[in-house]
């Protein structure tokens, strides 16, 4: 075990550990053509969704108690690190380990998220690296922009997704018993830890029932949603590849900062196992990483996976846009000379 703070030196990667991913992308095709299966209970229910967030925003600016708004960010905050620093970086990955008290308090805050239980999140996540851009990536983004933001839930999974299922290993997860316990009772406990529990707790400081529900339970629920699909759609569409200009997902800070250190797309399909999924180590657009990082500080995360500046040139210097600040000028320069 490493020193407390410390990453493990034997985590950090060369070279030669590029082809040795799983997760590593594969080049995208153009998405197979077909008629898409509506599903009408689902547009119903998220159409009645965001019609009680923006309904919430708006009493979230303008009527709901100051601590109650207050309320309402740290569950952003904690339910959105459920997913990044949970779900995404520690479980999907596993580009960092986390003792049991960690591991605990990241599944409260992914159950608090509401976005399926971790073991059937992970899953569909590594489906998308492995296959992504393909007609098995449930979110598909070589569909459209609505499709991988939200229409992939609105519509019936391509049979691809259900015959490459099997192809994920989940043994893991699933060997985990505070992951199982989750999943076991996830429909007694998410509604509890998403909806009623953040609904109940602002009425203690004098803030009414209906408030309550709509800000701190729909209102921070949908935005959290809807900045976690950003990732699967906008940073899949709109920005620079410094790192793999033959895959779709782009760098993009707007995201990043919503999204808590998620923007940095393009350098996270080229580096899966980065813990940062960010080549900078700054704070500023990456919540996710300082928190973790002060996990590792008291010892409850440990074995913080990176990658080496020396495997990141070669990278980008090999499959990059260009666009990197340090390493982009030579590429062009290389370029122009073609």
């Known amino acids: ?9 034997s985590w950090v990667l060369n070279e030669t550990d590029l082809n040795k991913d799983a997760d590593t992308p594969i080049v995208p095709p153009s998405a197979e053509k077909r008629k898409l299966q509506i599903v009408w209970r689902n547009v119903i229910l998220f159409a009645l969704l965001h019609i009680g967030g923006v309904y919430g925003a708006y009493l979230f600016f303008t009527q709901a108690m100051w601590s109650t708004r207050l309320f309402a960010v740290v569950l952003y905050l904690c339910s959105g690190l459920g997913i990044t620093a949970g779900a995404h970086r520690l479980w999907a990955h596993k580009s960092y380990k986390a003792r049991l008290p960690l591991r605990m308090l990241l599944t409260l805050f992914n159950t608090i998220a509401f976005q399926d239980s971790v073991i059937d999140w992970a899953r569909d996540h590594r489906m998308h690296h492995k296959y992504s851009e393909t007609d098995a990536d449930p979110h598909n983004a070589t569909r459209g ?51 009623i529990l953040p609904t109940y707790i602002p009425t203690l400081w004098g ?39 033959n895959i779709n997902p782009v760098e993009t800070k707007p995201v990043s900062l919503v999204v808590l250190g998620e923007g940095f797309h393009n350098y996270h399909h080229t580096f899966p196992w980065d813990y940062k999924t960010a080549e900078l180590g700054h704070y500023q657009l990456n919540f996710s990483k300082l928190f973790i990082d002060f996990m590792a500080t008291i010892g409850w995360a440990y074995d913080l996976k990176t990658v080496s500046t020396d495997v990141i040139e070669k990278r980008v210097k090999r499959t990059g846009d260009g666009s990197h600040k340090e390493w982009g000028q030579e590429i062009k320069e290389k370029i122009s000379q073609e």
């Open 1 to 9: 075990m490493p020193p407390q703070g410390q990453q493990s030196e």
């Open 145 to 195: 922009f609505f499709f991988s933001h939200v229409g992939w839930l609105l519509v019936r999974k391509h049979p691809e997704i259900k015959a490459k299922g099997h192809t994920i290993d989940m043994s893991d997860l699933k060997s985990d018993p505070v992951l199982r316990f989750q999943k076991r009772h996830y429909l007694l406990l998410m509604p509890l830890a998403c909806f």
């Open 207 to 245: 803030e009414t029932l209906w408030n309550a529900y709509f800000v701190c339970a729909i209102f921070r629920y949908v935005y959290v949603l809807n900045v976690t699909w950003l990732v699967n759609s906008a940073a899949h569409k709109w920005g620079d590849k410094p790192y793999d200009k």
